[in-house]
């Protein structure tokens, strides 16, 4: 995902987004370990979209705050 399509979520899509996120990336790492992922570079990309969801919750707190 771009950074774009995540500001344009609310905070709850976001929280929503980040759980599917987390859940995905479980998922990846469990066909990992039984040698049945077809797309190993999928886990790279989950890891940086999960990433990129807490950095944008992260600057939203902080707006909030000042």
């Known amino acids: 995902m771009k950074m774009t399509e995540l500001r344009d979520m609310s905070n709850d899509e976001l929280h929503t ?3 599917d ?3 995905e ?7 990992k370990a039984s040698n049945r ?3 190993p570079g999928r886990i ?6 999960i990433a990129r969801v ?3 919750q992260t ?3 902080r707006m909030n705050n000042e």
């Open 17 to 19: 987004k980040l759980e």
């Open 21 to 23: 996120l987390r859940e």
């Open 25 to 31: 990336l479980f998922n990846l790492r469990f066909q």
């Open 37 to 39: 992922l077809e797309n």
């Open 44 to 49: 790279g990309v989950v890891r940086k979209d």
């Open 54 to 56: 807490k950095t944008l």
């Open 59 to 61: 600057q939203r707190v």
